[in-house]
């Protein structure tokens, strides 16, 4: 740790660290949120398909969030649950254009809820879902989104969805502003 590191975390400045899961499927825009997220000059022009996964880092008002960004791919989801545990808030990214795997979306969406162990199941972990790429023309609206995926079930989590358009970067700050709202919440 640096000496300055050092220093606002004594006066009490620095930002206290949540680890925050990305899920969702492959292709649904886990990266390219997380990348609008950075501070432009940390962001990558580039993004590439993720592979098993990466750690990246961004900071809201008062938090300092540090994000595993899982692949979605078939291959690496059972990859997901060994993270679990890391987590404080879950952000769940679907394609709201893409109505055909919307049910693949809700399977990983019921697997990950239901998933055996202590991890997710009986812990009160905030869930933010981006309904995104919004500005597709087949794209369906986020309370659409919300009942093909029957977010209304969930009832012993809090969670939110916003409608977002990952590349214009729309609809990002307001789900980190309920992230960051719902995680004080359970730290004050
Ligand atoms: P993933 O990390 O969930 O697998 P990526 O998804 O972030 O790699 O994004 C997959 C593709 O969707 C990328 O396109 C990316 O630019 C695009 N994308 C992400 N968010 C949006 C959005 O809100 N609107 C639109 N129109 N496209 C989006 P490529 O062409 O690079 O595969
Ligand atoms: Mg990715």
Redesign the pocket.
Known sequence: MGLLDRLSGLLGLKKKEVHVLCL??????????I?KLKPSNAQSQD????IGFSIEKFKSSSLSFTVF?M??QGRYRNLWEHYYKEGQAIIF?V?SSDRLRMVVAKEELDTLLNHPGTHIKHRRIPILFFA?????RDAVTSVKVSQLLCLENIKDKPWHICA?????GEGLQEGVDWLQDQIQAVKT
């Open positions: 969702g499927l492959d292709n649904s825009g886990k990266t390219t949120i990348n993004i590439v398909p993720t960004d692949s979605g990214v394609d995104n790429k919004m500005d597709l977002s358009d990952a590349i214009k």
